[in-house]
């Protein structure tokens, strides 16, 4: 990532953290970075595609911590799942950025999480789907594409509304996992299921 672009989106993210995120111009963002505003419109075209940015930078840091938690959780498919699910949660409590877009109802970042969060979905189910066809090659592609979504869906669910302990959660959707994906060569028929 260009330092232009860097200097941007920590501008953006400081706006965010203080709370200004709603009366925020470009014009402030841009300033904020050192650079003119025609380079920020250059870089992002508008508001919400900054906003879209900051949202996949975040999500490509989760990402990042998703391939730490996974080591030496190889086992299975359920047991790499739980180890980033608990990884993801617990980095969610922890991060300011995200602290701030769930508790600022005005400052209009809430759907990039939700109702616009193709993006971020796209991304962190193929980030899933690619890890789990490369360390078990047997599953069926269509099993492996329906568990990569429903753990993306499930963990940014309880990432926006949390619905118990990272633990207890991890463990509920590793079940879902091991059920759908066993770790043997063989994966349940989902022919007919919805």
Do not use: C
């Not at 402030?28 to 650079?35: E, H, M």
């Not at 919400?48 to 490509?60: I, S, T, W």
């Not at 970042?109 to 066809?133: I, N, Q, W």
């Not at 509920?172 to 989902?190: E, H």
Request: hydrophobic share 45%; glycine share 8%; proline share 6%.
């Amino acid at each position: 990532m260009s330092p232009t672009r860097t200097a941007l989106l920590d501008a953006a993210a400081d706006a965010v953290l203080a709370g200004d995120w709603d009366r925020t111009r470009m014009a402030d963002v841009a300033r904020a970075a050192g650079v003119s505003r025609q380079t920020l419109y250059y870089e992002f075209g508008s508001k919400d595609g900054l906003a879209e940015a900051l949202a996949m930078r975040e999500a490509e840091r989760f990402l990042a911590g998703a391939e730490q938690a996974r080591v030496g959780h190889e086992g299975s498919p359920a047991e790499a799942v739980a180890a980033v699910t608990v990884r993801t949660l617990e980095s969610a409590e922890a991060n300011p950025l995200l602290k701030a877009v769930l508790t600022d109802d005005a400052g209009g970042l809430l759907p990039f999480l939700t109702t616009r969060a193709e993006k971020v979905l796209g991304a962190a189910t193929a980030h899933l789907a690619d890890y789990l066809s490369g360390h078990w090659p047997h599953l069926p592609a269509a099993h492996v594409r329906l568990v990569a979504d429903t753990v993306t869906r499930l963990t940014v669910s309880h990432l926006v509304l949390p619905g118990g302990r990272p633990d207890e959660v991890a463990a509920d959707i590793a079940l879902l996992v091991s059920r759908l994906l066993p770790p043997g060569p063989a994966a349940p028929d989902l022919e007919g299921t919805a």
